[in-house]
């Protein structure tokens, strides 16, 4: 399958850590065999799973500027079938390293292809810019996933992150699609949240998902134990939306 | 006075446009001559004064690239004593051209020369990033503002953040000071609040403003009309925690 699947968007703050971490989880939960990969220099998807980045020696960084392969850099977790491709700070000299290297788009898919049939789906976490981490991850990616928070200023950019995914898709990447659009930190006692869902939903069509995340306080307290949310609580509101979202997505996956 | 305030977190979503736009909005309701400069290409503080940064010729984006001056680019609120120098998405150029620029860290601030003494608090709202945009921010700016999420991811930054303002502090502006750390979207209720105040006030003591900016949905309706919570809710926690904040703040600048 190797469905490769990048968690994307520009505004900060919105979602996408707790996302990719919790989609992962929720896959792997059923025995899908998954592999999360760190983009972001803050590494958070690194700790969502306990994962100290500061001491890791090999990190996704060594995977952009040295020939270290994919297998050599992921690291298990509590979940079986779950391996992580860490980061750390050291992540933040690639957005400038990368700009004179050659075909520097294609480095992230081109080391993906080793590992593309060891896994069932690849989540890519990305962080709040559109540099070249986040263009590695749109060029190596089969489809996205964009968290949008239920919130003003998360609408204003939207236009935006459409128009990236279209210009790598005329440009590097040719089968890239919108997997879907999740809604999370949904409060639906207030009005904000309904109109921002009904704008996305104008915006987006089809193409936003039926499982609404909402505000769950266990979402964002599982990662202080380094743990996802369903194995921290999995009973809570939160894992078991993300659990919902899982099967969506792999709905939608083996449809497509 | 022209106190040069830097609003400043690499991490995304933190309240970083909230307290720009209200601490801003706070000052000019109590007559201080307030100028907020948009130096994020999101544009969400200029979109929080209701202004559209996309049908706007002259924004921030033409200080750093062109011999403009702030007095031709800064435009009027309907607050009397605040001004906005607005920003738009082609500021998204401006990390990648200013890296060939001559003292490239040094624009804002020589720019801000011409009206520091017409203005008394100059706020910067910055991207949630700490590329050369914020660096120039860091140099303009007398001191420098940290919001701070009460989450866990957020505590995971906050080495870096400091780590910059000190190189910033050794080599380009020797007189760079923390004006103090805002807790924002606090809920007491939770633990995990909690937990992140008590780590918070461990690490920067005496820095941590008295003030506690609580989760409020006013605050983030506010933009959605144009407006800050000020003048949109004026009686709610979230704009009395402002004004508050704002008064913390004034007085601070004033035995300094
Ligand atoms: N549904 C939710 N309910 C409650 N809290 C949440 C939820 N989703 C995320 N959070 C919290 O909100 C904060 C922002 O989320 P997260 O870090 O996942 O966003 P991000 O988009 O990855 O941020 P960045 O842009 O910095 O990478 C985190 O502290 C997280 O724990
Ligand atoms: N105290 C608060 N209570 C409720 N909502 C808040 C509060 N502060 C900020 N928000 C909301 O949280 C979201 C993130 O805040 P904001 O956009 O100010 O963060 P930021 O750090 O400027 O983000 P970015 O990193 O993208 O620039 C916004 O939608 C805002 O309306
Ligand atoms: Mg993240
Ligand atoms: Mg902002």
Redesign the interface.
């Known amino acids: 399958m190797g469905e490769i699947i990048a968690i994307v968007n ?5 979602g996408k ?1 707790t996302t990719a971490v919790n989609l992962a989880a929720s896959l792997a939960i059923s025995r899908n065999r998954v592999l999360l990969i760190d983009l972001d220099p ?3 998807a690194t ?1 969502g799973f306990g994962i100290n980045g500061k001491i890791i020696t090999h990190t996704v960084y060594e995977l952009f500027i040295s020939d270290v392969g994919i297998k050599d850099l992921v690291i298990p977790t509590e979940m079986k079938t779950l391996y992580v491709l860490p980061s750390n ?1 050291r992540l ?1 000299g690639a957005e400038v390293e990368l700009v004179d290297m050659p075909s520097r788009e294609f480095i992230l898919k081109k080391k993906l292809e080793q590992v593309k049939d060891d896994f069932d789906f690849i989540f890519i976490d990305c962080p ?3 540099g070249l981490l986040t263009v590695n991850a749109l060029v190596a990616a089969k489809s996205v996933i964009i968290p949008i ?1 239920c ?3 998360a609408l ?2 939207l236009g ?1 992150i459409v128009g990236i995914i279209n210009q790598i898709k005329n440009s590097f990447n040719s089968s890239l699609e919108i997997a879907g659009i999740a809604l999370v930190m949904v409060d639906l006692r ?3 949240t309904r ?1 921002v869902i009904r704008e996305v939903k104008n915006y987006f069509q089809d193409k936003v998902f039926k499982t609404l995340i909402p505000r769950n ?1 266990r979402l ?2 599982a ?2 134990f380094g743990k996802p949310a369903i194995l921290y609580a999995s009973f809570s509101k939160g894992a078991r939306s993300y659990l919902n979202l899982a099967k969506e997505v792999k709905r939608n996956a083996e449809k497509s």
Do not use: D, F
Not at 10 to 14: E, I, T
């Open positions: 520009q505004k900060g703050g919105v850590t803050q590494a958070n700790a700070e933040i709040p810019s559109l928070q919130e003003y200023y204003e950019g935006r207030t009005n904000l109109e306080i964002s307290e990662p202080s």
